[in-house]
């Protein structure tokens, strides 16, 4: 039997979303006031699943007691009131949109977590926009 279970999580952080090698003005035109040089933040809301088989023994997909600890210190740890492109390494030379966080956060884990489990990451960057990230 397959079951799928979630954890979510939230975490704060600030960002600024551009293209280098694009004007100023070119930025302002594409991201709109995302591009806003002091950069502005958001209340992320992550939602985590994980996909695979009821170990018989436990009863379980995935131990959430594990999952959880993985999300505090491999991503919240990592992301939370941080400035994304500044403090976190992956996003030094990737633009941090909601799309390309969610990707980030499902590489991180993916490493992390046992390769016959299917992870989905679901990232929230405001209460109406989100991405669903389900690996390559």
């Known amino acids: 039997m397959t079951v799928t279970v979630h954890r979510k999580a939230h975490f704060n952080a600030a960002h600024r979303l551009y293209n280098a090698a694009w004007s100023d003005a070119r ?22 699943g994980i996909t695979g088989k009821i170990n018989k023994d ?10 959880k600890e993985l999300i505090e210190l491999e991503i919240a ?5 941080k400035n ?20 980030v956060i499902w590489n991180i884990l993916r490493q992390k977590i046992e390769p016959t489990l299917k992870i989905k990451v679901t ?10 990230y389900k690996g390559k």
Do not use: Q, W
């Open 84 to 103: 994304l492109n500044i403090e976190v390494e992956e996003f030094k030379t990737l633009n941090p949109t909601a799309e390309n966080i969610a990707v």
């Open 27 to 48: 930025n302002a035109i594409v991201f709109g006031k995302c591009a806003n040089p002091n950069y502005h933040g958001h209340n992320y809301e992550l939602i985590v």
């Open 123 to 132: 990232l929230y960057e405001t209460p109406r926009n989100f991405v669903i």
């Open 58 to 67: 436990t009863g379980f997909v995935m131990d959430m007691k594990v999952l």
């Open 77 to 81: 740890s990592k992301f939370d009131h």
